[in-house]
């Protein structure tokens, strides 16, 4: 790898600043996500005994700002009451978040209920565990496999029929959970679930095409224009659209300016997550980053990652999984990751033989042994790579019978090993187990974090039937009752918590007029990208950064940190207060045009515009109390609501509501 600048080298925090002219960081950094490499080369996920996703204590970030301090700041309550006030306010405000999201097992028992062990009668909280019940060793699965998960059991629908349309399947769903959002509003749920976070824009495209005819435009994206900030993001990140060739051709003067390629696609991935209005498809892509990993940063792969983003991910997100499963197989980036490089009929690696069985197709140990892993990686040897280019090198093929879950080949001819590769390739891609483990994966995205098996046998059937095809996938999905009667069945992950804040602000991608840089060399909306990106890296939670090939848990419980939550609501109120200097923003008083002129008409209007819902009375207090003990509902306001509207927003962006999807 190239020597460059890493900011991650240093101390726990960052502080405020920008990057110089070669992309330096003016702030220190913290312990480096990306050191450990995939399976034998660092870390191990959480669920196959290592650490997982890290969390930063928030006590070391830095301090907000004087106007209204970070809620996790230490403070003399005696000298300070109106400091007191906030916290206490904000605790009762996001009380139901915390309970969600604060402590696994036990965040789950206080928002839905008392769950129970496995194997056992839920409403039998107390029951012995049943040991006869078989461990999960799906990533996402065996972290509900317990009290947790029972307790979200509980309140997901166990079984739902299929219908002609989403909408036809909308109007008949009957939402029966426990949730603080509202249960008859499909547009808010579909929202929230297709999209990186709703905004008026969406919203108002659902409401015009109707709910139907919005699922069919999402899911031709080619027909949806590219929006002003993905226009900037693909002109202004230099080195994601430059082949191999080209960036190899230029790396020695991109250093210099301190643009890396790796880097920017990181970037772009933010860019097109906060600025696109093709968001199914932008999920798709996300789900998919996180489905067939492959880590943003990795030695010898510097040039070769944003190839495959965009001629693997992004070619086939909403196209057949089994010619995105080929494709990768045939990718330099993902056999460098995985050291196919290195197996040869003489000395064989089994990495991505395993992973190419237990991550991207028919799931960990899901009808298969050690023996078809073992097949596998000497069925593929002789795939390569040269000059970061793929290559079949038929004189390390090896050559001899094989047998790998069901698919048996004489496999005779070296030179015809790439051909009988790929149709191995395309077996398991479309085997019946990978079936039931895509959609597994893609209802707990987009449903639950347990869906109900009904949903999931639905899924699986029509990824059989269609081949692999995703767009089919996801319309049996929608055109079933599960998914509309699932409200309040998914937390946004970190990542997702500041994409949806940044959207519901509409956070525009040009730099406000009087704008300053010291960087000649990027564009303001890159280096304002880079801003966003190390916050996400802080949260553990930054598009494509685990080093692991599982992807990120989609999971709540895998993202269970107090911490983490606290300082998401610290960067909302940097947002609302213009923080990331490089984008613009509306004033948080300028949100309402001709805002109301008493506090609770004042706050409604906010909620439906940042979270479409309006919140309870007792959360109405809560909020009404950040700015003033005294305000009630019916107080007269000004556009700055007496002073605190920064407060309001941020607390409205601390309810339960927005930490729901």
């Known amino acids: 790898m190239n020597e460059r600048y890493d900011p991650y080298a240093g101390d726990s925090y960052y502080e405020s600043g ?203 994206p080619e027909t949806i224009p590219l929006t002003r900030g993905e226009q900037k993001a693909d002109a202004e990140l230099v080195t994601y659209a430059m082949s191999y060739d080209q960036l190899k051709a230029q790396r020695e003067d991109l250093d210099k300016k301190g643009i890396h390629a790796d880097d920017q696609n990181v970037r772009y991935a ?178 639950s974090d347990v869906p109900p098996k009904t949903l999931v046998d639905a899924m699986a059937k029509t990824y059989l039937d269609k081949k692999s095809n995703m767009s089919a996938v996801l319309m049996t999905m929608l055109s079933r009752t599960e998914f509309w009667e699932s409200v309040g069945q998914k937390v946004r992950r970190p990542g997702e918590y500041l994409t949806a804040t940044y959207r519901a602000l509409e956070i525009g991608a040009d730099a406000p007029a009087g704008f300053t840089s010291n960087n000649t060399n990027m564009s303001p909306m890159v280096q304002g990208l880079g801003d966003i990106m190390r916050k996400l890296e802080e949260f553990g939670h930054a598009p494509m950064e685990l080093p692991t090939p599982n992807g990120y848990a989609d999971v709540y419980v895998a993202w269970t940190s107090a911490g983490t939550m606290v300082n998401q609501w610290n960067d909302a109120y940097t947002a609302i207060t213009g923080g990331r200097r490089q984008f613009t923003w509306t004033k948080p008083e300028a949100l309402i045009a001709n805002p109301p002129g008493t506090a609770g008409a004042y706050l409604d209007a906010l909620t439906k515009k940042l979270i479409n819902v309006t919140l309870d009375n007792d959360r109405k207090t809560a909020i009404l109390h950040i700015v003033s003990p005294t305000m009630t509902a019916s107080t007269p306001v000004d556009a700055t609501f007496n002073g605190g509207i920064a407060a309001v927003v941020r607390a409205i962006f601390a309810t339960p509501h927005h930490h729901l999807r």
């Open 270 to 447: 933010i860019a097109k997550q906060l600025f696109s209005d093709r968001q199914l498809f932008e999920m798709m892509v996300d789900f998919f980053q996180d489905f067939l990993h492959v880590a943003a940063f990795h030695d010898g792969n510097e040039l070769t990652r944003a190839s495959f983003d965009r001629d693997v991910i992004r070619k086939y997100a909403l196209g057949n999984y089994v010619d995105m499963f080929v494709a990768a197989n045939k990718h330099p980036a993902l056999l460098i990751y995985l050291d196919q490089q290195q197996s040869t009929k003489d000395q064989v690696n089994e990495n991505l033989a395993r992973e190419n069985l237990e991550l991207y197709t028919v799931g960990a140990f899901n009808g298969y042994n050690e023996t078809d892993v073992r097949q596998a990686a000497m069925l593929q040897t002789g795939r390569s790579v040269r000059d970061n280019q793929y290559v079949y090198r038929p004189e390390q093929h090896y050559v001899g019978p094989v047998k790998i879950m069901g698919f048996t080949h004489p496999n005779g001819d070296a030179k015809a090993g790439e051909a009988v590769q790929e149709a191995y390739f395309r077996y398991i891609a479309l085997h019946p187990n990978t079936a039931q483990y895509m959609a597994q994966n893609l209802a707990t995205r987009f449903v």
């Open 18 to 220: 920008y990057e110089d002219q070669t992309g330096r960081y003016g702030r220190p950094g913290y312990g480096d996500p990306r050191s450990a490499g995939p399976r034998g080369h660092g870390s191990m996920p959480a669920d196959r005994g290592g650490s997982g996703p890290h969390f930063y204590d928030p006590n070391a970030m830095p301090r907000g700002r004087e106007a209204l301090p970070d809620i996790d700041d230490e403070a003399d309550y005696d000298d300070e009451p109106s400091n007191w006030r906030r916290r206490s306010a904000m605790i009762a405000i996001g009380g139901g978040a915390a309970a969600l999201i604060g402590g696994g097992a036990y965040a789950v028992t206080q928002f839905f209920g008392k769950g129970a062990h496995p194997g056992t009668d839920p409403a039998a909280a107390d029951a012995p565990v049943d040991n006869t019940i078989p461990a999960y060793v799906d990533q996402n699965q065996s972290l509900m496999n317990g009290e947790a998960g029972l307790g979200i059991r509980k309140n997901t629908p166990t079984s739902g029929a299929s219908f002609g349309t989403p909408g036809d399947a909308a109007k008949a769903a009957v939402v029966k959970a426990n949730t603080v959002l509202p249960k008859k509003d499909p547009v808010r749920h579909l929202a929230s679930r297709l999209t990186f976070g709703p905004n008026a824009k969406v919203i108002s495209d659902i409401n015009k095409l109707g709910i139907n005819g919005w699922i069919d435009k999402q899911l031709k």
